[in-house]
């Protein structure tokens, strides 16, 4: 079973591979803005999604696949928790 906590270590872990290679991880927090801060672009945004969806079985609607959504770490767990814990 996946908490939010792993889920976040892990999208977490996946950002810094994928899109800040060269940061220091203590620097991206839970509560960093992703979408708004201009780390993640649209493209990025899709890498993500699609890592989200493969890596924990869900699928993330069109609608969900927003700032709203995605801004931040935190964000990214609580929509996957919601949807492992819910499955459609």
């Given at each position: ?48 999604v699609a890592f989200v969806e493969k890596r924990f079985g869900i699928a993330v609607e069109a ?26």
């Amino acid at each position: 079973m996946h908490d939010e906590t792993s889920i976040a270590a892990e999208v977490k872990e996946f950002i810094l591979q994928e899109f800040l290679p060269e940061e220091d991880p203590s620097e991206l927090e839970s509560a960093t803005p992703l979408i708004t801060a201009g780390i993640l672009d649209s493209i990025a945004t899709l890498k993500l999604v699609a890592f989200v969806e493969k890596r924990f079985g869900i699928a993330v609607e069109a609608h969900e696949a927003s700032v709203e959504h995605l801004n931040t770490i935190a964000d990214i767990a609580r929509l996957v928790r919601a949807k492992l814990g819910n499955p459609a």
